[in-house]
């Protein structure tokens, strides 16, 4: 709160204060409160058109939603998807128009896999990795695309695994320029809400076909993120309606 008031029209420091969500709840009604509140302040920060997108990190506590077993996550993540789409602040910024250098036709397929956590002790890296490898190994061009946060030493074994690597910038409209120019078939998001990075690309068109999975256990909210890959294993009969994207379930864990 103090950060706002020495800087008023940086639309970053008023979603950090208003995006806060505690990882332990004590009752269910303080809850919805809680959530409500979230919401409001994000939204609100949001529609304000006197503050401006200066390039801080934000941080928003959408991780937390798929914890508090409510029903309304699908209906939070898509309002805030289509707040921070049409927000004064972030115009310019998040693009939803396809990358019209990727209609052409290449062979391979060309498959980019966003990794928050390459790090190899990280549960990301132990869940996901055999995707990279698998794909691969089918004579798919795979891609690793890291984190600005990530190090060298710790994405070296899974980008061993790949065609290539992308250790994206720290600034989110060169890290969207880097990744549009990579010309992706398909864009897999192993996560989506761990930090603000791929929660913020998740919401623009950097492939032709966007990917969610289940490193983050509930649907995106963006209207860019085609499909989302889970399994049956894990997903209810009608958890089809939980989702903005298409659900596609696997018969074992996508991994």
């Known amino acids: 709160e103090i950060a706002t008031e020495l800087d008023k029209t940086d639309v970053s420091l008023k979603l950090n204060c208003g995006g806060k969500l505690r990882d332990i709840q004590t009752n269910n009604e303080d809850t919805?409160?809680?959530?409500?509140?979230?919401?409001?302040?994000?939204t609100s920060a949001l529609s304000d058109a006197s503050l401006r997108y200066k390039y801080k990190p934000v941080n928003i506590d959408t991780f937390y939603l798929p914890y508090h077993n409510q029903r309304d996550d699908k209906a939070i993540l898509e309002q805030l998807s289509?707040?921070?789409?049409?927000?004064p602040a972030f115009k310019g910024l998040i693009c939803k128009q396809t990358n019209q250098n990727n209609a052409k036709n290449t062979e391979p397929i060309k498959v980019g896999i966003y990794f928050d956590n390459p790090q190899q002790q990280h549960s990301v890296h132990k869940l996901f990795s055999g995707i990279a490898r698998a794909l691969q190994a089918s004579d798919i061009e795979v891609l690793i695309i890291t984190s600005p946060s990530s190090r060298a030493?710790?994405?070296?074994?899974l980008i061993s695994t790949a065609s290539g690597s992308l250790r994206i910038s720290s600034n989110?409209?060169?890290?969207?320029?880097?990744?549009r120019s990579l010309e992706l078939d398909v864009l897999i998001f192993t996560e989506h809400t761990a930090s603000w990075t791929p929660y913020i690309l998740s919401l623009s068109r950097l492939a032709n076909v966007q990917v969610g999975t289940w490193g983050n256990p509930h649907t995106t909210g963006s209207d860019t993120i085609d499909y989302f890959l889970s399994s049956h294993l894990i997903e209810p009969i009608?958890?089809?309606?939980?989702?903005?994207?298409r659900l596609i379930r696997l018969n074992k864990l996508p991994s």
């Open 82 to 87: 289509q707040s921070f789409s049409s927000s």
């Open 172 to 179: 989110i409209k060169k890290s969207i320029e880097q990744i």
């Open 153 to 157: 030493v710790d994405s070296q074994e």
């Open 238 to 245: 009608q958890a089809d309606g939980s989702y903005t994207e």
């Open 32 to 42: 919805i409160i809680e959530r409500k509140a979230f919401i409001t302040s994000i």
